[in-house]
């Protein structure tokens, strides 16, 4: 769980040391402002960077845990830059969407998957940049004992599944979509979804016959075989899921003003060489902030093709 706390700090520091790289351009915004505030709206004129992440970044967090690490954002940026900037909790991506579109922010962080859902909605969402995970790549598996019957999803009906707490939502969307029969829910396919603490305990208990099949994540799966290569050579991987792009950095072209997503844009892609900000990407795994690549569209299509947006 630590490495999910020093996410959430990553995007205050790196946000703060990052994102406006202008502090003269920001002193001068700064001078320019006059009055308090007066709203998202008028936060915006006063040249205030609104930037907002799903709560499920955070989604091992309590509500104050998450607030609290959160909290120094605006100080941080106001200390940086001398221009005020916050950052908001958005409760799902469709909240999310909706705050970008309409203009109560500038810069949305979503979960890859859930970006392409919200772009259906909201055609005019752009992608901007990507965070990458180069040694911890968003790809997952199910796995049961080769000692079972199981050779087929299907064969996991009414039986139980372990989920680690660790994995993160491109996993859950994974155990929805590729690990039942087509259109039923998890919590009607099996007979129970076990939430467990980490993945080692889920994959142990798995060994040991204490439970049917464990969603683990690749690289903690990894990470097993080379700790316990003698437990996990007695487990098999039953269904494997696409690699999913990264965490994707959107924003809707002119509701930002002038110039700012590009001072964004190059911010982060300096993110790696600047010291402080680097040690806590290595904390979390991230290599970088990257440019969209030319394949994101093509992957966007296979990803939309396996996982479409759930009809409401």
Known sequence: MIHRKSFAMLWCAI???CVLTDPAQAQKKESDQKGPAKGKTQARKEGVLRVAITRNFFQNFSDSIVKLVIQPFPEIVKAQTGLPGSIDLASNSDALAEQLANGDCHLAVFQSH??????????????????????????????????????????????EVCFPSTNRPYAQAFLDYRCTKPGVAPKKFY?????????????????DGQTD??????????????????????????????TFP????AHIPGKMPSGWSEIFRKGMMSANTNPSTARLMML?????????PEDFE???????????????
């Open 284 to 292: 979390v795994k991230i290599s970088s902030f990257e440019n969209i």
């Open 246 to 249: 990264s965490a994707v950095i």
């Open 298 to 312: 093509a992957r966007a299509q296979d990803i939309l093709k396996q996982y479409p947006p759930a009809t409401k």
């Open 15 to 17: 946000l703060c040391t």
């Open 114 to 159: 859930e970006f392409l859902w919200a772009r259906i909605k909201y055609p005019e969402l752009e992608p901007l940049m990507t965070a990458v995970n180069k040694s911890t790549p968003l790809q997952a598996y199910l796995l049961v004992n080769r000692k079972s019957e199981v050779g087929q999803v299907a064969d996991l009906e009414g039986k």
């Open 191 to 207: 007979s129970k979804v076990k939430r467990i603490e980490g993945t080692d305990e889920a994959l142990d208990d798995l060994v």
């Open 213 to 242: 099949a464990v969603l683990a994540e690749k690289a903690a799966w990894e990470r097993y075989c080379k700790m316990k290569p003698t437990m996990s050579s007695e487990l098999k991987v039953l269904q494997e899921s696409e």
